[in-house]
């Protein structure tokens, strides 16, 4: 059996490596592959966002008894994360180097503190909280893996 933190954190790698490939190629100025490399970090991240979401905090406040634990903070993140890869998109797409680069800068020092909270937190609290559905909710999480994904 899986652990859904181990699960978690090596999506969490792969997101990484996929915006360090977009991250590059706006360095670069190469704005096709920049394009390309970034809308393909945005399905990958928005794919992480439903698995936390739609599978993880639901079944996690059901089993801590509440709607308002950390799941809550971590949701308001989502939302200023997806406002700030809203934003970049933009710049990729105005071909603006220093505009992606100053929502990228917020987005580093907010995505190192939000992952710090679930990495060290709340995937250990939900592999201790839900350890008998721990299949279940990785199914589901992989059945979300294979569903499209578009950015709102």
């Not at 800068?105 to 710090?116: A, G, K, P, V």
Request: hydrophobic share 45%; charged share 30%; glycine share 4%.
């Amino acid at each position: 059996m899986e652990k859904i933190a181990t699960y978690l954190d090596h999506d969490h790698r792969r997101c990484n490596d996929q915006y360090a490939l977009a991250e590059s190629e706006v360095i670069l100025r190469h704005w096709d592959a920049a394009t390309t490399n970034f809308s393909a970090f945005l399905a990958m991240f928005g794919r992480h966002l439903d698995k936390e979401e739609r599978v993880l905090f639901p079944r996690l406040d059901h089993a801590l008894g509440n709607g308002y634990g950390p799941t809550v903070v971590m949701r308001a993140e989502h939302r200023q994360i997806r406002e700030m890869l809203r934003e970049m998109q933009a710049a990729i797409a105005r071909h603006d180097c220093d505009g992606f680069f100053d929502q990228a800068d917020m987005l580093r020092l907010l995505m190192r503190q939000h992952n710090l909270k679930e990495e060290g937190i709340l995937y250990p609290q939900a592999d201790f909280v839900l350890a008998q559905q721990a299949d279940e909710v990785l199914a589901c999480m992989e059945q979300l893996e294979q569903a499209e994904w578009s950015v709102a």
